[in-house]
């Protein structure tokens, strides 16, 4: 488009004025299919957020990211530390799929799935849009002075916002310390657990400030996620876009006039009403292309295709499309790189499924204790002295543990009782002797295999190495 008004427009943000501040955005309430499907999906997923520290799965809550304790659950498995390479695997697919879902979506889970926008959207918004009003009397009370009405509109949001803020910092906070962990010391009294008590206020604290303030500024300015599909992004790449080669044709953008014959004249479909800006919650015009602040959110969409009705005109100037369809009339196609990440993703997701699949419940490790050489002692025994530690990711105790060599003859002592109980998403650690006849040693350092057993149940197998003398034979 040769519009030099529109290329000055790419030079600089929607929201930052021609003094460099900050330029506070007050979007037209949106309306239309695409924002009521929206509205579904995000309802859907804030009853997820909310609840997901508090489902849980075999015993297991569903989703928990404790880092201090470095465990973790996803979809309700349990992540111990020997589980990190798992962690990263997952982290790798989830990063590869989002990368495809930019390829060919654009940022669509800016604006669909993304929390920062969901909360943003469908909860503080609608507050404001209840208390202030629509954009124009937002924009009015913006500029009326401190009288009481204003005095009392300000405290009854700034009150709601903080109330809301507080519920999503402890919901925040049961993902990180466990659900059953949180009620606990919300029922209990707070000054127990003063370090908890301050870590809500931060969060409280940054969720307000993000909510109430900073707002479209995280999904401009601080979000990673915008920088890289500027990467991404490609001319075959499905964008909420609009449609130049329509809406401007040859004579270019005029306002509507009734009875007139648009196409005969040459003019384009746009009718430069500016409501497709007005409803922009990052407050960008959708018709100078793809830009960085547009997070996909549909809502010029809706609001051209309400006008476009309006005017008896067809709806779908602006739409999801590439940039290919909307100049060149293709239809979308999987090309060589849609393929190459594809083909990535299926591969890594099926090691990871793999992994999980092998992925023992019981984990042993036996390890010589350091610098301690093994001993001799009579009738030919060699004794050696280990660590053990039984790591247990399910959601029961096992009880009767022991250990047996499986490899060769021999006997395990352990320090304090023969068998021991190892607790539920737990640890047992101890001291051990190992002891074998120097007649089956094959020389100074011999692997053997080690079997961890409840009761008469193999649970699992470890290895772990025996010393002895150089050249006992």
Known sequence: MENTENEQFRDTIGTINKEGKRSWVFPKKPSGKFYKY????????????????????????????????????????????QDFYLLVISMIVGVVFIILFTVIFGRV???????????????????????????GKQIRLDKQPWNADKIKKRLLKWFLFFVISFIIANVFLAYLIGGDTLISYITGNPLDNINTLISLIIFTSVFYFVFAWFREQVCIIACPYGRLQGVLLDDKTI??????????????????????????????????????????????????GTQLECVNCTACIDECDHIMESINLPKGLIRYASEDNIAKKEPFKINARIKGYSA????????????????????ATIL????????????????????????????????????KILSHKGEIKLVSNHNFIVPKQGAAE?????????????????????????????????ETNFLGPRSYR
């Open 344 to 363: 990535v993703l299926l591969i890594l997701t099926g090691i990871l499924v793999g992994m999980l699949f092998l992925r023992n419940n019981v984990e």
């Open 430 to 462: 101890g001291t051990l002797f190992i002891e074998l006849n120097a007649a089956l040693l094959k020389g100074s350092n011999m692997d053997l295999e080690i079997g961890v057993f409840s009761g008469d149940k193999l649970i699992e197998t470890t």
């Open 368 to 403: 010589r204790l350091p610098g301690q050489l093994y001993q001799q002692k009579e009738n030919n025994i060699i004794s050696n002295v280990y660590t053990f530690k039984v790591i247990n990711k399910t959601t029961k105790d096992i009880q009767n543990v022991s250990y």
């Open 239 to 288: 964008n909420v876009a609009y449609d130049y080669k329509r809406g401007e044709r040859e004579e270019g953008r005029s306002k509507f006039k009734k009875n007139e014959d648009r196409e005969a004249l040459g003019k384009g479909d746009c009718i430069d009403c500016k409501q497709c800006v007005v409803v922009c919650p990052t407050g960008i015009d959708i018709r100078n």
């Open 109 to 135: 889970f800016c604006g669909w799935i993304c929390p920062q926008t969901i909360f943003l959207e469908m909860v503080f918004r609608k507050i404001e849009y209840w208390i202030d009003g629509d954009r």
């Open 38 to 81: 929206r509205s579904y999906v995000s309802y859907f997923l804030l009853i997820f957020l909310l609840s997901a520290p508090f489902i849980k799965i075999n015993g297991n809550q569903f989703l928990l990211f404790n880092i201090l304790e470095r465990k973790f659950n996803i979809f309700g498995l349990p992540f111990w530390p």
